[in-house]
C-alpha cells in the first residue's frame, strides 16, 4: 500500500497575504481558494509537486501559531536559477549554501511573510528525471 504525504497546513496570520505570496511571488498553483461564512480554506501547490500547502481558518489550521513551521524543502534542478527567479520575483532569500560538493549538498532558503522557513535543495537529476513525469501533471490540477 503507497501512503503518501499530500498536504501540509501552513499556519499563516493573513489568508489573502500569504495566497498573494505564495501565489505570486512564489508562483505556487492556486489549486482552490473556498470561502463562506464558516471559513476560508486555501490550496496552492509548487509546479511539478505532489504535495500541496494549506492555509485557512478552520481549528485544525489555527493549532499553530502563525511562522511555528521551520525548514519545509522545496526541491529545484537548478539552485542558482531558482534563487534568481525568486530574486526577480521581490522574494528575499539566502545566499547558496554548499554542504557537500556531490548531487544534493546545495541550499538556498527564504521565510514567508509570516516567518515560516523553506530551505531549497539543489537536486540536479530533477532535471532529466522529475518525481511527476511532465505528461501526468495536468492529473494534478498543474498547468504545464
Not at 20 to 36: E, I, P, Q
Not at 80 to 106: H, M, P, W
Request: net charge negative.
Amino acid at each position: 500500500m503507497d501512503w503518501t504525504l499530500e498536504v501540509v497546513v501552513l499556519p499563516v496570520s493573513d489568508i489573502d497575504r500569504s495566497v498573494a505570496f505564495y501565489r505570486d511571488k512564489l508562483g505556487f498553483h492556486l489549486d482552490h481558494d473556498t470561502a463562506n461564512e464558516h471559513m476560508h480554506v486555501v490550496q496552492l501547490t509548487p509546479t511539478g509537486s505532489g504535495c500541496s500547502i494549506v492555509i485557512g481558518d478552520l481549528p485544525s489550521q489555527t493549532e499553530m501559531a502563525p511562522g511555528a513551521m521551520r525548514g519545509l524543502q522545496l526541491v529545484v534542478a537548478d539552485a542558482a536559477a531558482a534563487r534568481q527567479e525568486l530574486l526577480d520575483r521581490g522574494v528575499e532569500v539566502s545566499e547558496i549554501t554548499v554542504f557537500d560538493e556531490r548531487d544534493g549538498g546545495t541550499f538556498f532558503g527564504f521565510a514567508d511573510p509570516d516567518g515560516n522557513t523553506w530551505a531549497v535543495q539543489q537536486i540536479k537529476a530533477r532535471a532529466e528525471k522529475p518525481l511527476i513525469p511532465v505528461e501526468a501533471r495536468g492529473r494534478f490540477g498543474e498547468s504545464g
